[in-house]
């Protein structure tokens, strides 16, 4: 059975990795996409953390960016020869009884080009799946089958979504703070620190908790740590986490000046403020030249941190002005429509 999965631009690797690491085999991948063969039970696919969607393949194949192009959209979704696989895999996925099937369409385009509107598209695809299924209901919300339609560069991609909003947003996400960490970006930076049931694992500017409660959802650990400098991400933090993912401490700290031990952890990850709402430029400066050897300070050689900002030469340069760290990766991610990085660092 054919399957992909959205995922945040710059992160394909990370999901395929995490896909095969299940038990799948990933197959191709484009910006946001990953596309893979599963033979085992879908519902297995919703314990993904790096991605924000997964769905059963329907269709997919090129079309014309002239109007006729709805003509053969329509046609591929009608006669599409995955509709009982696709099906099959949401009912195992998603169980559902119901007398009548209600169904809704998503469409969705990236690009442009096409000499007809998406408004167009949402209509013949939804004409395409009643006449398909002439039992099913369309409406607007809670549809038992969503279908998704996504236009991209002369192709059609049409699959059934097996997941739901918890997979993009978590079901912990209580409470939120002004640049929040997106949940599956928190997953893959986990990813890159190369958990370990030894882990002392801190984020030194926790903001709501979701690094934290990535890595206590990611496996075994010897003690989750963190802080912030605000009381209202602590109080964010502290409902997010609840009492789960012991031992832990939260803590209110300047980041720059950590209140542990040297060589008191053996990973690390952290959103540094960055981007045009989080301070001043010269304020976020001068804040990684001081955050850098500190965070060398309580950490273990050899030890992991994952750093995540869009100002890369400032960062880039607080690690140049010591002995610190060496980078190992550089990845560059997209977090709505902004260009963020990335970077994996080793203790020096």
């Excluded at 195992?92 to 509107?117: D, E, I, N, T």
């Excluded at 599956?184 to 370990?196: C, F, G, H, N, Y």
Aim: hydrophobic share 45%.
């Amino acid at each position: 059975m054919s399957y992909y999965a959205f995922t945040i631009p710059g992160l394909e690797g990370i999901a395929a990795r995490e896909i095969t690491d299940l038990g799948g085999r990933s197959r191709e991948r484009r910006r946001g996409l990953v596309f893979f063969e599963w033979d085992d039970d879908p519902a297995v696919l919703l314990r993904l953390g790096t991605t924000e969607d997964v769905f059963a393949l329907v269709a997919r194949a090129p079309v014309s960016l002239e109007k006729d192009g709805l003509d053969q959209i329509e046609a591929l979704v009608e006669r599409a020869g995955a509709w009982d696989g696709a099906l099959a895999a949401l009912h195992r996925a998603q169980p559902r009884r119901s007398k009548r099937v209600r169904f809704r369409v998503v469409a969705q385009r990236h690009g442009g080009g096409q000499r007809y509107v998406r408004k167009e598209v949402d209509r013949r695809v939804g004409e395409a799946v009643a006449r398909r299924f002439p039992s099913w209901k369309g409406v607007d919300e809670d549809a038992a089958v969503e279908v998704w339609m996504l236009e991209e560069n002369g192709e059609a991609l049409c699959g059934v979504r097996l997941s739901d909003r918890t997979m993009r947003h978590r079901t912990y996400k209580k409470s939120s703070i002004s640049a929040s960490l997106r949940p599956v970006i928190a997953r893959a930076m986990v990813m890159l620190t190369e958990p370990s049931e030894d882990d002392v694992f801190m984020d030194p500017m926790c903001g709501a908790g979701t690094l934290l409660i990535e890595r206590g959802e990611s496996g075994r650990y010897r003690q989750l740590l963190g802080g912030d400098i605000r009381e209202e991400a602590l109080a964010a933090a502290h409902s997010n986490i609840g009492p789960r993912y012991k031992p832990i401490e939260l803590r209110a700290w300047d980041a720059c000046q950590l209140p542990l031990d040297a060589g008191a952890v053996n990973a690390a990850a952290c959103n540094l403020p960055f981007g045009k709402k989080i301070g001043e430029k010269s304020e976020l400066k001068e804040l990684y030249a001081r955050f850098v050897p500190e965070l060398r300070r309580v950490m273990v050689p050899g030890a992991v941190a994952v750093l995540m900002t869009s100002e890369r030469v400032w960062l880039e340069q607080a690690m140049a002005s010591g002995d610190f760290f060496y980078s190992e990766r550089l990845l560059p991610v997209w977090v709505l429509g902004q260009k963020a990085f990335l970077f994996k660092f080793r203790a020096i």
